[in-house]
């Protein structure tokens, strides 16, 4: 089972959202040491209240740093008139360098493109009119893709809009029966794409009739393994001895889910759960079923999992009862310890810091689970900041997922793996699945929520001593070797809309948030989070 794991996350690094995705959503773990039985019980409710937006918190900042901060998201504004195809107003993947265009985009481009119109239009630098026309002709032009059950598929030519196999691999002759990104639908991309949705219909509802009718159809159910699940960690009467109740990566029109699940709750696939269950269209049984750190063996069929990062793992067995449905589930409950310290935390799979905090951009942990996942958001980039300044030495801190800090156009798997330790005292699940040589702007834009006074230094710092690292016309490049100095000259819209969101919440108290908080399809994110209380406090 262990060699199944490794090669799922060789293939999802392959394949997830950008050109070379690291194998972050895959079954890896994520989440925290809970604590507490929960006993709640009861139908899920089917509105959100005003209230449950208003109540999103607020990042306290001083005029000067709010200043500085609104000049940043006003430079970086910029990268998107040049990013939109002008005739099929699709976002393109990346610009640069130089003149080197991306001319392809994915769910995930679109749903983070969408989060940065309504961002902007928050923050003041467009009016409605501009902002109704750009994220509409966004829409009105993914309405004519070829999609499947409203779902749109990995990826797409921006120049006509066609199908891909991959970037610059050419057009798809067919979309169905494949078992390539012909037929491929990724459940973490779409899980973004829905997102952006959600974030137009609350944030510009102008549009909000086009962004129902595109999610209307959309059925995360396709997604979810519903095939009977046992007390152990697994189902060995199953071929390959799988996982069940768990999301799958992703499902190929034609043939059926992928061979794979995403096994970690703390990464990225966890956006897809939470709109998932808010549709109604998973159980509760994802939420428990997920994998927070691997688990020890229940039984004697179940994987080995002693080859992840820190082992043994800390933890325990806790049972709690799903709010919707009544049943038990036995919760393995685990945490890696900072080696030398007090500090305790859920890692990421391998180690990016988007894998745990970009999910908080748009869903409010910070406020909804200040004993789950809120507290491990913070956690985690404490995790981040410590390991990259003080074991690493570096002055700037941030490394996740991005472009290479060099000018060959490349994407790299880059993370805090702790490396740097003795065997079995990793920080991330998984040890070689990424390295530590590259920082990335937008890692340190995501910790405004969490971290709003280190994350403005850390900001401030990388256009200090890497001044080549920022323009006015785009805001900052994508990437920069903290040794060398070496800096990628590339802007991906994936990353972009990150530091776009991640401004927007840290300067008009948590707009994004709150407009997902106000939706009625916020009702299970905001359920779930209350109800786990983590022993990591």
């Known amino acids: 089972m262990s060699e199944q794991i490794a090669s799922d996350a060789r293939v999802e690094e392959r394949r ?14 994520a989440a925290v040491l809970l604590g507490g039985l929960s006993t709640a019980s009861g139908a899920a409710p089917k509105t959100v209240h005003a209230h449950y937006a208003q109540r999103v918190g607020t990042v306290s900042l001083t005029a000067q740093q709010r200043a500085v901060l609104y000049r940043i998201a006003r430079d970086t504004w910029r990268f998107y008139p040049a990013d939109v195809d002008p005739t099929t107003h699709l976002p393109l993947d990346n ?19 969408l989060w940065a119109v309504v961002a902007a239009h928050d923050l003041g630098l467009i009016g409605t009119a501009q902002a109704d026309r750009m994220a509409g002709a966004t829409l009105r032009e ?69 962004a129902n009718r595109l999610l209307g159809p959309i059925d995360f159910s396709i997604f979810y393994d519903n095939r009977p699940q046992t007390d152990c960690n697994t189902n060995a009467s199953l071929p390959g001895n799988q996982p069940t109740g768990q999301m799958y990566g992703g499902f190929y029109v034609g043939v059926g889910p992928a061979g794979y699940h995403n096994g970690a709750l703390y990464s990225d696939p966890r956006i897809a759960i939470y709109i998932g269950m808010g549709r109604h269209q998973m159980p509760g049984d994802v939420w428990w079923r997920t994998w927070r750190t691997l688990p020890p063996q229940r039984c004697p ?30 919760v393995w409950e685990g945490h890696y310890d900072y080696p030398g310290t007090t500090l305790i935390f859920v890692p990421t799979w391998a180690g990016g810091m988007f894998e745990g905090l970009m999910a908080n951009l748009v869903v409010p942990e910070t406020t909804w689970g200040p004993s789950s996942f809120g507290l491990n958001d913070v956690r985690w980039a404490q995790v981040q900041i410590k390991y990259a300044t ?6 700037v801190w941030g490394i996740s997922p991005s472009s290479t800090a060099d ?16 065997p079995h005292q990793g920080l991330s699940q998984c040890s070689g699945c990424a390295t530590e040589d590259t920082v990335s702007p937008h890692a340190s834009a995501i910790a405004l929520p969490v ?36 800096i990628g000259h590339r802007r991906l819209v994936l990353d972009q809309s990150m530091i776009m969101a991640a401004l927007d919440d840290a300067l008009h108290r948590g707009a994004l948030q709150r407009h997902f908080a ?6 299970a994110a905001r359920l779930y989070l209350s109800i786990e209380r983590l022993s990591i406090q």
């Open 16 to 29: 997830r959202i950008g050109f070379a995705r690291i194998a972050s959503t895959l079954i890896a773990t």
């Open 95 to 113: 610009l640069g360098p130089g003149s080197t265009r991306g001319a392809y985009t994915s769910a995930a481009n679109i749903g983070v493109f």
């Open 142 to 210: 993914v309405a004519t893709l070829k999609r499947y059950d409203g779902f749109l598929y990995q990826w797409y030519d921006t120049n006509n809009g066609n199908v891909l196999l991959n970037p610059g691999q050419g057009d798809c002759a067919q979309t169905t029966g494949t078992n390539d990104n012909c037929s491929f639908l990724s459940a973490v991309d779409n899980g973004w794409y829905a997102s952006g949705l959600i974030e137009v219909r609350r944030g510009l509802p102008d549009l909000r009739g086009l």
């Open 301 to 330: 069929t179940d994987p080995d999992f002693s080859w992840q990062g820190q082992w043994p793992v800390p933890g325990y067995c806790q049972t709690y009862t799903d709010p919707q449905s009544g049943k038990p589930f036995d």
């Open 390 to 395: 003080e074991v690493l030495g570096y002055p």
């Open 407 to 422: 000018d060959s156009g490349n994407y790299g798997g880059f993370g805090v793996e702790g490396l740097k330790f003795p």
């Open 451 to 486: 971290l709003p006074d280190q994350a403005y230094a850390n900001l401030q710092a990388l256009r200090a001593r890497y001044p080549g690292i920022y323009t006015a016309h785009g805001g900052f490049y994508d990437a920069v070797n903290p040794v060398t100095g070496s």
């Open 518 to 523: 106000a939706d009625r399809e916020a009702w």
